[in-house]
């Protein structure tokens, strides 16, 4: 009998595998089924949004921001507007920095609930994905009221928000698909602002949460699928520079809210979860922690904020355009609003680095400025790239079903990887 040449195959996962996540093309050399190396291919997407960010005026550049980690919008604006306002000198109303606070933790809500319903369908769980996106859509309705858009709101500017929060939430409208009782169940919520619609949100959520976890959290084949798998020693988290929910899984309890508070978060009373195995399990188990203390610190802010009305803009007419009653009348107004959507502004020279707590990690805005209307250098520090980094080091030695759980747990978005 002839001996036979046993040798690896490589393989290619991706980029159009429903469970990549996005553009990522992973080189896996195969031992059977097992992984001996992993090659992650990034740059397939590149959008150059740092290079085109050096192209345009300062606010011209925030709805890229959206468009980087395209699930956490209005954190990836927060860091970009922060280094704007770092340099520039100024501070946002105190109203401004709560709403932001609140809304820094409905994105994170948004993510998490993103990442519990997809990567529950990567590993085979279907139902979670549809109880999620349930309350997806109902957090997504206060992206659209703010903003007018669902998801790429550009609502943080420098200086403020774009505008207050609403008196009146949107109501659905009577349709061959929601009509009488129905109709009026779902317009329950929105009887009145928008502040009532996230009392009332908020109130519902934790139960909302209990049901995931029911689903998942000690079913048989979650937990096959996901303990012990991908374990990333406190070591080795800080080796590769991991943030987020990957150093805190690993039993690290590092998050920039508590460690670097910005915003209101200094006045917010909330925990920090942390893992102790540091594998998929412990990860999903800190996200899900995650969604009870962000709705934990949206219920503060909106107890403050209907206490407390007040301006939501600097009245800086440089970096705010003025009133439109205002410029009806006032020649001044009408000139400072010219100038600011036409040139924008000159921010003083120098440079500086403003991170954030992003829901996947920490996020940083390196920005360097000549005084121009535009940035000179813009470089952002993305929290997947780093993890993606890693991903040779922990997959090496699992079967290729999970190196599925292991990008599933990454919560990766090409957006930002190949920004």
Not at 202 to 218: G, I, Q, S
Request: with cysteine; hydrophobic share 40%; charged share 25%.
């Amino acid at each position: 009998m002839s001996a036979q040449e046993i040798r690896n195959y490589t393989m290619n996962f991706g980029p159009q595998h429903p469970a990549a996540h996005g553009v990522l093309r992973l080189v896996l050399e195969m031992d059977g089924e097992t992984v001996v190396r992993a090659d992650p291919h990034v740059g397939l997407l590149h959008r150059g949004t740092e290079k085109l960010a050096e192209s345009k005026p300062f606010n011209q550049s925030i709805g890229y921001m959206d468009r980087l980690d395209y699930v956490s919008m209005m954190c990836n604006e927060h860091a970009y507007v922060r280094a704007i306002e770092t340099l520039m000198g100024i501070q946002a109303p105190e109203r401004a920095q709560y709403i932001r606070t609140m809304f820094d933790e409905i994105t994170r809500i948004l993510n998490h609930l993103m990442w519990v319903g997809s990567n529950a369908l990567d590993l085979g769980a279907m139902a979670v994905f549809l109880y999620a996106f349930r309350e997806r859509e109902e957090l997504m309705d206060c992206y659209e009221a703010v903003s007018g858009a669902r998801m790429h709101a550009t609502y943080y500017r420098p200086g403020g928000v774009y505008r207050d929060l609403p008196g009146k939430m949107p109501q659905y409208r009577e349709s061959p698909w929601h009509k009488g009782n129905d109709l009026k169940r779902l317009n329950t919520w929105r009887e009145g602002s928008m502040l009532d619609y996230l009392d009332a949100f908020t109130a519902d959520f934790f139960k909302k949460v209990d049901e995931y976890e029911e689903l998942l959290t000690n079913n048989r084949i979650w937990k096959q699928r996901t303990v012990g798998i991908g374990v990333v020693s406190p070591e080795l988290a800080q080796q590769w520079g991991m943030t987020g929910v990957m150093l805190r899984g690993s039993g690290i309890a590092w998050d920039l809210r508590k460690k670097q508070p910005y915003a209101k978060y200094a006045e917010m009373d909330f925990d920090i979860p942390v893992g102790v195995g540091g594998d998929c399990y412990d990860r999903y188990l800190c996200r899900i922690e995650e969604m009870r203390q962000s709705n934990r610190i949206i219920q503060q802010c909106v107890k403050w904020l209907r206490a407390n009305p007040g301006p939501v803009m600097v009245e800086n007419f440089k970096v705010a355009p003025p009133k439109r009653e205002a410029m009806k009348e006032d020649m001044e107004a009408l000139i400072h609003h010219f100038k600011l959507f036409t040139e924008g502004y000159g921010v003083p020279a120098g440079e500086t680095y403003a991170a954030v707590e992003a829901p996947k990690g920490e996020f940083g805005c390196y920005l360097v400025s000549d005084g121009a209307n535009k940035p000179f250098r813009v470089h952002l520090r993305a929290p997947g790239f780093a993890h993606l980094s890693s991903m040779d080091a922990i997959v090496r030695g699992h079967m290729l079903a999970d190196a599925v759980a292991v990008i599933g747990t990454y919560d990766l978005v090409f957006g930002e990887v190949d920004r």
